[in-house]
Nanobody, 124 residues
Framework: QVQLVESGGGLVQAGGSLRLSCAASGRSFDAYHVAWFRQAPGKEHEFVASISSRGGTTYGTDFVKGRFTISRDNAKNTVYLQMNSLKPEDTAVYYC?????????????????WGQGTQVTVSS
């Protein structure tokens, strides 16, 4: 199993940047595909981006392309989400999730392991 802890959220003005981190504990982190989801108040979880277990393949939704970048450092057991040009509509709780089976899945049920989330608030 793997335990995930997100950090790096906060309050930022529109146009600003944040880098989220997802730190993993447990064995064989490089066996896990990892995704970022987000959940805005009153809305369902929404897929943001994912990265394959060795980092060779990434996926991102249209609304983050050109603004968000997902990366990982398996030596540090950490996945990152660099978020630039933030918009008020990016305000949400951001979660990282891991799966040994699915790479690039948009479906939250495909990820067995989840962190507790980190709040990102973008002011206009």
């Amino acid at each position: 199993q793997v335990q995930l802890v997100e950090s790096g959220g906060g309050l930022v003005q529109a146009g600003g940047s944040l880098r989220l981190s997802c730190a993993a504990s447990g064995r064989s982190f490089d066996a896990y595909h990892v995704a970022w989801f987000r959940q805005a108040p009153g809305k369902e979880h929404e897929f943001v981006a994912s990265i394959s277990s060795r980092g060779g393949t990434t996926y991102g939704t249209d609304f983050v392309k050109g603004r968000f970048t997902i990366s990982r450092d398996n030596a540090k057991n950490t996945v990152y989400l660099q978020m630039n040009s933030l918009k008020p509509e990016d305000t949400a709780v951001y979660y990282c999730a891991a799966s040994t089976l699915y790479s690039g899945s948009y479906y939250r049920n495909d990820y067995a392991y989840w962190g507790q989330g980190t709040q990102v608030t973008v002011s206009s």
